[in-house]
């Protein structure tokens, strides 16, 4: 499989404190790569990082072969690259239609107004109602619309389910595995552990800024993947 995303040494600051350190990464095209680790490892930075809300300090960002570590972040969505932040960040007062029309930005491919609506069905009844008045889970689902709207080659999700109910999560995790069978090449932040380890096939886990643990989902020793996520020694 081809890559399509390289990050290499990549170095990240917030002032004086370093939120990543030194981080290597590479994601091949179709694959579905799960970022955990506890909060304040540096994913949301990482994330940040590769779709250009955050410039890095140190280190390179590549995507199809092409350099775009200084590339702004409108540019990296022409090329395909798509964020679903933290908070979801929707357009209140815009209506769920509005808010998924804003976001096309020209590329090519199957995602549009109508195909968004069927992926995520209960959005259906509320198209014309202002984001403000769903509810968390029907935000959730118009925040991954809209960044399929831009048919990114690269979807980059930070944790798609803080927030809301366990119901809720399985309705939107069900409408992903229809966007990932469909070929997508996807990052995501996820805190939960045994979900990451359902949805990806690979998962890279971060401590204090590093990547301490990278491997497939499905050959991971899970008390391995635990002592890594809150950086507990192993017994030799
Ligand atoms: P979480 O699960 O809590 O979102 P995370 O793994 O995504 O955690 P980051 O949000 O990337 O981690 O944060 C990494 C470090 O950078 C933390 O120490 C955090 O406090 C710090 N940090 C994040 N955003 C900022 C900011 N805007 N200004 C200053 N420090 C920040």
């Keep these: 499989?081809?890559?399509?995303?390289?990050?290499?040494?990549?170095?990240?600051?917030?002032?004086?404190?370093q939120a990543v350190r030194g981080v290597s990464l590479e994601v091949a095209a179709?694959?579905?790569?799960?970022?955990?680790g506890a909060n304040g490892a540096g994913k949301t930075t990482?994330?940040?990082?590769?779709a250009?809300?955050?410039?890095?300090?140190?280190?390179?960002?590549?995507?199809?072969?092409?350099?775009?570590?200084?590339?702004?972040a409108h540019e990296r969505v022409a090329r395909g690259i798509a964020l679903v932040p933290e908070g979801r960040r929707l357009f209140p007062s815009l209506t769920v239609e509005e808010n998924l029309r804003v976001a096309a930005a020209?590329?090519?491919g199957r995602w549009n107004v109508r195909t968004v609506l069927e992926v995520f069905?209960?959005?259906?009844?509320r198209r014309h109602m202002p984001a403000a008045t769903l509810s968390g889970g029907e935000q959730q689902a118009v925040a991954i619309g809209r960044a399929l709207m831009s048919n990114p080659r690269l979807l980059l999700l930070d944790?798609?389910?803080?927030?809301?109910?366990?119901?809720?999560v399985d309705a939107v995790y069900r409408s992903l595995a229809d966007v990932i069978g469909e070929g997508a090449t996807v990052v995501l932040v996820e805190q939960d552990l045994t979900r990451a380890l359902k949805v990806a096939g690979r998962v890279i886990c971060m401590l204090e800024g590093r990547v301490v643990l990278e491997g497939e989902a499905a050959s991971l020793d899970r008390d391995h993947v635990v002592s890594a996520y809150f950086g507990l020694r192993r017994p030799a």
């Design 52 to 72: 250009g809300a955050h410039r890095p300090h140190a280190g390179r960002v590549i995507f199809d072969r092409s350099d775009i570590t200084r590339m702004p």
């Design 30 to 36: 179709g694959e579905t790569v799960a970022l955990i």
């Design 159 to 168: 944790e798609v389910s803080l927030g809301l109910a366990p119901v809720v």
């Design 106 to 108: 020209g590329r090519r």
């Design 46 to 50: 990482l994330l940040r990082a590769v």
């Design 121 to 125: 069905p209960l959005l259906q009844a």
């Design 1 to 17: 499989m081809s890559l399509l995303l390289e990050v290499s040494g990549l170095d990240c600051r917030y002032g004086l404190l």
